[in-house]
């Protein structure tokens, strides 16, 4: 399975570096700008996901292998199909035909809607 890049900002830290830091931490990739998307309630410790988008400053990805097995990069395109399949997150997974994304109520549903919509509009 594939979703978007998500972790925890360290106190101090910014959004935007937040995103940086965990970008390049997972998927070895240096983002530059970075733009607010959406939020979302997590019910947990009372906390908040933020979703943002960054623009990559490199494409060459090498996966930590701690936190995340493997990361791909996937066109808007492929992200507006797999959106208009509908499919739910039960079933999520990548495979070289199909690309799932999770369901409507989460937070990386919306950051991919965002992208498909308009990929390069918010950055």
Request: with cysteine; glycine share 8%; net charge negative.
């Amino acid at each position: 399975m594939h979703s978007v890049v998500s972790g925890f900002m360290n106190p101090g830290e910014t959004i935007e570096e937040a995103v940086r830091r965990e970008v390049k931490e997972e998927t070895g990739v240096t983002v530059g700008k970075v733009v607010y998307i959406s939020s979302q309630p997590w019910p947990f410790a009372g906390e908040i996901m933020i979703g943002c988008m960054g623009v990559s400053e490199d494409d060459d990805i090498e996966v930590d292998g701690t936190e995340i097995a493997s990361a791909v990069w996937v066109t808007a395109e492929q992200v507006s199909e797999a959106l208009k399949a509908g499919i739910a997150a039960s079933s999520s997974f990548w495979t070289s035909t199909e690309f799932r994304i999770p369901p409507p109520f989460a937070i990386a549903h919306h950051i991919c809607k965002a992208f498909v919509a308009s990929p390069k509009a918010h950055l």
